[in-house]
């Protein structure tokens, strides 16, 4: 599995690194050996201004299958991580996605 990041406008600091390849390994553990590439992007869309305003954006390609690419938003960038890993180890997986609290599913990739 090839895995490629990028951090346009947001400091990638070792922690946030780190936390990213922990839920990557995690994540795709099982499906690892069916994963041809994962490419990570992540950016702070207002800079220091705050709000929510983290996205990663996560595009998973396997073979002979389009690329699933999912995009979570927030302003905590760890949660915007781990929730685009986790959807998108979950489509790659060919599972429907996980419940979010109260029963509603999360959105389709693009209408976040």
Do not use: W
């Not at 983290?54 to 699933?68: A, H, I, N, R």
């Not at 979570?72 to 790659?92: C, K, P």
């Amino acid at each position: 599995m090839d895995v490629q990041l990028h951090a346009q406008e947001f400091p990638l600091t070792p922690a946030l690194r780190a936390h990213l390849e922990r839920r990557l390994r995690f994540a795709f553990g099982r499906v690892r050996e069916r994963v041809m590439r994962v490419v990570v992007r992540l950016r702070d869309l207002n800079g220091p201004r705050g709000g929510p305003d983290k996205v990663c954006q996560v595009s998973v390609t396997l073979p002979g299958q389009p690329p699933v690419v999912i995009r979570e938003t927030g302003a905590d960038m760890y949660r915007a991580i781990s929730r685009a890993v986790q959807r998108a180890a979950f489509r790659a997986a060919g599972r429907p996605l996980p419940l979010r609290g109260r029963g509603r599913p999360y959105p389709e990739a693009g209408h976040v």
